[in-house]
């Protein structure tokens, strides 16, 4: 049975999940062959204006209020199943997004959603690239415990590193199925050696990425991330980070 290659993106807030997850993106659409499914895992979802594709209409949270109110005929995976292929946009790459719970209810349902429908997407997609939502909380509730590549994002600074350490001491100690997981230090320039050194020992760093000016001016632009010039700071830098490894 086919199971595409699942990259997931976390970090802390604000460090540049949603720019590497998008360049990730880029790359595969420039560099590889295959479908892509892009799932935006935060809340907040932010994920399609960096792809440039619409606002989706459904996500896994609306979709599971909709399966509460389904007609009596649907039974509840057929009608998920249905859903999910409805709630996908289509752009450059297709694109889910997860959402929010609406109303009250707690996140662990839409949780579990997401986890099953990765299961069965893995299935339909050469790769899926997943923008999750800062923190720890999607590596606990094991949304993508099953991916192929995690590529934690830091910023040099202490408590994106703290934040970053906590990740990886995390998915040791839940014993994801994560084949490998790897550092970017992302606006890269401001990295002491020193700092560079005590991290080298502890985890594996992919690579690093400077600040780049063109992601302002595209974003100020209301342009996708997609558009970069292939010859941009942080695409070069990129592309030879992600040769190595996909
Ligand atoms: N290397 C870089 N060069 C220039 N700007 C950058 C770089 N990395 C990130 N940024 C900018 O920093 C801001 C935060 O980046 P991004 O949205 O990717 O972070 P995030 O980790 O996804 O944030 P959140 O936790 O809110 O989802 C954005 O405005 C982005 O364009
Ligand atoms: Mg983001």
């Known amino acids: 049975m086919r199971m595409g290659k699942v990259i997931a993106v976390s970090g802390k807030g604000g460090v540049g999940k949603t720019v590497?997850?998008?360049?990730?993106?880029?790359?595969?659409?420039?560099?590889?062959?295959?479908?892509?499914?892009?799932?935006?895992?935060d809340p907040s979802c932010n994920l399609h204006i960096a792809l440039g594709i619409e606002r989706p209409k459904m996500t896994l949270g609306s979709l599971r209020e909709r399966a509460k109110r389904r007609p009596k005929s649907f039974d509840?995976?057929?009608?998920?199943?249905?859903?999910?292929?409805?709630?996908?946009?289509?752009?450059?790459?297709?694109?889910?997004?997860?959402?929010?719970?609406?109303?009250?209810?707690?996140?662990?349902?839409?949780?579990?959603?997401?986890?099953?429908?990765l299961g069965k997407l893995?299935?339909?997609?050469?790769?899926?690239?997943?923008?999750?939502?800062?923190?720890?909380?999607?590596?606990?509730?094991?949304?993508?415990?099953s991916c192929d590549i995690m590529f934690i994002i830091a910023n040099p600074t202490p408590q994106s590193l703290?934040?970053?350490?906590?990740?990886?001491?995390?998915?040791?100690?839940?014993?994801?199925?994560?084949?490998?997981?790897?550092?970017?230090l992302n606006r890269a320039e401001t990295a002491t050696s020193d700092m560079l050194d005590r991290l080298k020992n502890k985890v594996q760093i992919a690579g690093l990425l400077r600040t780049d000016p063109s992601i302002y001016e595209a974003e100020r632009e209301g342009r996708s991330l997609l558009d970069l010039?292939?010859?941009?700071?942080?695409?070069?830098?990129?592309?030879?980070?992600?040769?190595g490894l996909i």
């Open 20 to 41: 590497v997850a998008s360049l990730t993106i880029k790359f595969l659409l420039k560099e590889k062959d295959g479908s892509i499914l892009a799932v935006d895992a």
């Open 76 to 117: 509840l995976s057929s009608f998920i199943e249905y859903g999910i292929n409805m709630a996908i946009v289509e752009g450059r790459c297709d694109l889910l997004s997860v959402g929010r719970p609406e109303g009250k209810g707690c996140y662990c349902a839409v949780n579990s959603l997401l986890r099953e429908s």
């Open 122 to 145: 893995s299935k339909d997609y050469d790769y899926i690239v997943i923008d999750n939502e800062a923190g720890l909380e999607h590596i606990s509730r094991q949304t993508d415990a």
């Open 162 to 184: 703290a934040t970053s350490l906590s990740i990886m001491e995390l998915i040791r100690e839940l014993e994801n199925e994560i084949k490998e997981t790897y550092i970017i």
């Open 229 to 243: 010039p292939e010859d941009s700071q942080i695409y070069c830098d990129f592309k030879e980070i992600l040769s």
